[in-house]
């Protein structure tokens, strides 16, 4: 690879200037980097030699970044991440073993994927995960991952999706309403209801599904997340609606129970994507995930 030389800065300059754009104070960049404002004055002003252009500008009083500033920064933000990212992975592992970059969605990775990992290294002690979180249907060539679980249909730019499993979600209750009986779906219609900032359409479907007409399909309490949810029906706030396999801990312990085993398939499904370029990297993982996947649709 032939690289321009003149085109390359020195890191520590990238790390002070996302450090002050962050800040948006050249003062406290220096007291998170042990420098002195001058020193990051400096550095800033070498950046700016060796662009060509202003990154920052005084407005009332503050140091905010220009318009190239901005569209610097978020390449720089990236650059930064990627680096901190190889050298994760070229220290977390010894001799002889690979490390595993997975993303997954939050919930799924903490209450799904994580506890079973241990069966996986079971039969490949040798690989060391990289697990991250990320929500976004990201770039792989710009990302250190070697897979990442989708939640949506099966469309990632530059990358293989191979469906994992659907979704089936179910009303579920805790807290005081774990007693409440529950004879059909008509009980629920007037019942305090949780519902999910993400899928705000879920009650509604559900109640279609129920072939009960809902008058206030909104009402009740409102979370962004998966997480937030199942903690809100643990609590006794309302009825939630969630997939089982979220749950399995909660539902053994009868700290949650489902009232009307009357599932309701979503509109979207799990997938694994890997890159097109290097789609064998993770291949015996991705086929692990989907034997762990014992029966299907998933709920």
């Known amino acids: 690879m032939t690289l321009q030389r003149r085109y390359l800065p020195d890191m520590r ?46 407005v009332r009083g503050r140091v905010v970044t220009t318009q190239t500033g901005r569209a610097f920064l978020a390449e720089v933000e ?21 490390i595993l970059a997975v993303n997954a969605p939050p919930t799924f990775a903490a209450r799904w994927l994580v506890p079973r990992l241990s069966g996986y290294l079971k039969h490949h002690p040798q690989t060391r995960f990289d697990i991250s979180t990320r929500r976004d249907v990201f770039d792989f ?19 293989v999706c191979t469906y994992l499993c659907s979704e089936l979600v179910v009303p579920v209750a805790g807290g005081a309403l774990l007693n409440t009986v529950v004879r059909d779906a008509r009980d629920l219609a007037e019942a305090p209801k949780i519902h999910q900032t993400e899928r705000p359409h879920l009650w509604a479907d559900w109640f279609k599904r129920a072939e009960v007409e809902l008058s206030s399909p909104n009402e009740g309490h409102w979370f962004e997340q998966f997480s937030l949810t199942i903690e809100a ?24 129970q489902i009232p009307l085993d009357i599932p309701l398939s979503t509109d979207n499904a799990y997938y694994i994507a890997t890159p097109e370029d290097r789609a064998d990297a993770a291949r015996d993982f991705r086929d692990w995930m989907i034997a762990a996947v014992s029966f299907r649709p998933l709920a």
């Open 13 to 58: 300059m990238l790390l002070t200037f996302e450090c002050a754009a962050r800040h948006g104070n050249f003062t406290r960049a220096g007291e998170e980097l042990a420098l002195t404002q001058s020193a990051v004055s400096r550095q800033i002003r070498d950046l700016e030699t060796q662009i060509g252009k202003p990154l920052f500008e005084r």
């Open 78 to 98: 990236a650059l930064l991440d990627m680096a901190n990212s190889t050298m994760r992975h070229v220290t977390a592992g010894g001799q002889g073993e690979r």
């Open 233 to 256: 029906v643990r609590s006794g706030l309302g009825y939630g609606l969630l997939p089982r396999y979220l749950i399995e801990s909660e539902l053994a312990r009868g700290e949650l």
């Open 141 to 159: 060539t710009t990302t250190q991952c070697d897979l990442a679980i989708h939640f949506g249909q099966p469309i990632w730019p530059g990358a």
